[in-house]
């Protein structure tokens, strides 16, 4: 059996392509033969130019280069408004400024109300009330600020002879005595 090679022609059925027509052929059939732009040469033809347009005598004057005619300034003036001052550095917050200034947040403490009043939050606000949370106890540790320190640690613990702690028992009670009721 011979191998037929495949062809692009749809045979019988395919629809029908009109001929081929030159494009000259085509401007000559529509009637329309149109010529564009202007004939070589004509640009530095000045004798052509004043034939065809006599009454365009301003146009003649223009110069046939092309691109800007306006005058370049070789000299910039520097104008005392375009000169940009150098930023002033603020001075580095000390850790008690920054540390007011993190307490002082008012989205903090909108959260922290919003934790008391047992609402829940979002998974972003939550992490944002943590770090911030994590900066303020970096900044008081940093400071030696106790917030609730634990007496009972014993890296904190003072130690007290026997004598300052039987005085501070003996006053402890004393106050105790206030808050008694009379039976």
Known sequence: MSRSKKTRKGGENSPKLQPRVKKQ?????????????????????EALIQAQAPQQKAAQKKDPRHGSKKPVVLVTSIAPAEVKAPKVKQPKLTDEQKLLKLEDDPRLNQLLDMLEEGRDLSDADQQWLDQQLNKIEALMIKLGIADDVDESTPA????????????????????????????
């Open 25 to 45: 052929d085509r401007a000559v059939a529509t009637g329309k033969r149109k010529e564009t732009g202007n004939k070589s040469g004509s640009r530095h033809n």
């Open 156 to 183: 904190q613990a003072k130690v007290l002879s026997d004598d300052e702690l039987f005085d501070k028992f003996e006053s402890g009670s004393e106050l105790l005595k206030d808050y008694q009721e009379p039976r």
